[in-house]
């Protein structure tokens, strides 16, 4: 069965690193493109980003370049969602999702990463 | 980028009923439009991509339609499970930017 399983709730203060990752199976990998997703709370989902596995491609939205890095490991069939400074408003759920292509849309979501940034 | 808008913004309704929803482009994305599902607490699920073409595994009473600019999603005989939240999305230029949403709710 193919899923998308994702690293666990995080809880940072401002200024502060993470990564958050996605780790696929039941499927191959590379063939896919994964978008990251994000949802604050009580609001919509958000486009961040997305990354094709095959040769690690990858397109941001204006919104969210230099603010995020992603990044994926073939070897491992893991995404990441990554910051170098956690603002307050990063608090949010993020989704990663797969997608055979823009046409398709994604049809593969993992189950969301909380993250909480709080002083 | 491209702007996406819905309405209504909520949906009050009762099983049964048949609802629509409509989603507008800022300008043409052709038809690569997707719509999702997602209930509270819960990941999106795809339901409809290229306009009208039903995800695998989606019930037979969502139908998507459109092209352009204006696109619908229609839930025809409207079940207990369908009360939840429906995006829309476009795939047509970077970044892919999703609708505000449209909640379905209880009449």
């Known amino acids: 069965e193919a899923q998308l399983v994702q690293s666990g709730a995080e809880v940072k203060k401002p200024g502060q690193s993470l990564r958050i990752s996605c780790k696929g199976s039941?499927?191959?990998?590379?063939?896919?493109?994964i978008a990251w997703v994000r949802q604050m709370p009580g609001k919509g989902l958000e486009w961040m980003g997305i990354?094709?596995?095959?040769?690690?491609?990858?397109k941001y939205s204006p919104s969210f370049q230099g603010q995020v890095s992603i990044s994926a490991d073939r070897s491992t069939s893991t995404a990441f969602l990554q910051w170098r400074s956690l603002k307050t408003s990063d608090t949010a759920i993020y989704y990663c999702?797969?997608?055979?292509?823009?046409?398709?849309?994604?049809?593969?979501w993992g189950q969301g990463t909380a993250v909480t940034v709080s002083s | 980028d491209i702007q996406m808008t819905q309405s209504p913004s909520t949906l009050s309704a009762s099983v049964g009923d048949r609802v629509t929803i409509t989603c507008r482009a800022s300008q043409s994305v052709s038809t690569y439009l997707i719509w999702y599902q997602q209930r509270p607490g819960k990941a999106p699920k795809l339901l409809i991509y290229?306009?009208?073409s039903l995800q695998s595994g989606v019930p037979s009473r969502f139908s998507g339609g459109g092209s352009g600019t204006d696109f619908t999603l229609t839930i025809s005989d409207l079940q207990p499970e369908d009360f939840a939240t429906y995006f829309c999305?476009?795939?047509?230029?970077?970044?892919?930017?999703f609708g505000p949403g449209t909640s379905v709710d209880v009449k």
């Open positions: 999702a797969r997608s055979p292509s823009a046409f398709y849309g994604m049809d593969l």
């Open positions: 290229d306009a009208s």
């Open positions: 990354i094709y596995l095959d040769d690690s491609d990858t």
């Open positions: 039941g499927f191959r990998f590379p063939t896919y493109w």
């Open positions: 999305q476009q795939t047509y230029t970077v970044p892919y930017t």
